[in-house]
DNA sequence: CTATTATGAATGAACG
DNA sequence: CGTTCATTCATAATAG
């Protein structure tokens, strides 16, 4: 239809030889990956700096392959996609209707947000993170307590 | 569920013909303009003069609807994202054997880049652009500077 | 297989 | 300049 289609994604191709499943295309995140990224954007984190980006990816990468742009992404991505869905409900609720239960956890993220902002550093630990691996142990987020990393300046320009 | 239809504001139909009227939304570079565009940060040029943005954009304007600011920050950009790529890849790929590979290439953009700041004007050959693509060909105009300047092909082996 | 959705990636614009 | 926001493009995942 359009022709504006840039269309110069990064064209992984079967670069001739294996094909071993080799799919070169986007970072397909883990569940694993998926469910401490929840956890940390849960948590209030919302614009990771690149230092923690890079921490970040660090130690997802022992649940497989990533990269800090994906970290990067992820974030972006998600801040962007919880604006646009609450966007949408302000406009899609005209000044008609008082509450609607539609606004349930939008109001628990704009509180946790808040919380974050002093957040240091979270404590990942590749160790423990393999420890409850497959056992839903409760994430032991120490989110004020640093484990043996000093105190790390991780502040954001909040106000 | 969802159904975004943010679709206001028409989806910059400037496909070459009457542009007019598209005012709204951002600008929608052609591949045209993209292509040179890179070329001429890749032959150095990252922080374009005012007349160099006057220049490149009239230049530029022919392949479709284009504003100084455009250029503008297509270079602020493409050069933030050049080096903020740089660095999460130097951080983010211990596996690599990164010899003093990764600081020559900077090495020589830097000399490159000082190189281009005496670049007196394009040395772009429209009709070479022209002729990759359709049949755009007669189209010799100067860029606004004498038309003594001959034709220059900075072509590099890239693409 | 085709259509739709979810989401990774890209980038124009702008802020501090 | 580095960082952040918004829209959009592209594609893996999934529904039909």
Request: proline share 3%.
């Amino acid at each position: 239809m359009d022709e504006y289609s840039t269309g110069f994604c990064i064209r992984a191709g079967r670069s001739g030889g294996g094909g071993t499943g080799t799919k070169c295309g986007r970072w397909n995140p883990t569940t694993e990956q998926v469910k401490v990224l929840t956890e940390l954007f849960r948590s209030g984190l919302r614009t990771p700096s690149t230092d923690q980006i890079q921490k970040i990816s660090a130690e997802l990468s022992f649940y497989g392959k990533i990269e800090s742009k994906n970290v990067f992404y992820w974030f972006q991505n998600h801040k962007a996609r919880e604006r646009q869905k609450r966007r949408r409900v302000l406009v899609d609720e005209p000044t008609h209707h008082i509450n609607h239960h539609t606004t349930k956890q939008i109001n628990e993220i704009s509180e946790a947000e808040r919380v974050i902002e002093t957040l240091q550093l979270f404590p990942l630990n590749s160790r423990l993170f393999a420890d409850e691996f497959k056992e839903n142990t409760a994430f032991t987020y120490n989110v004020g307590m640093e484990m043996d990393q000093p105190t790390l300046d991780l502040r954001l320009s909040f106000v």
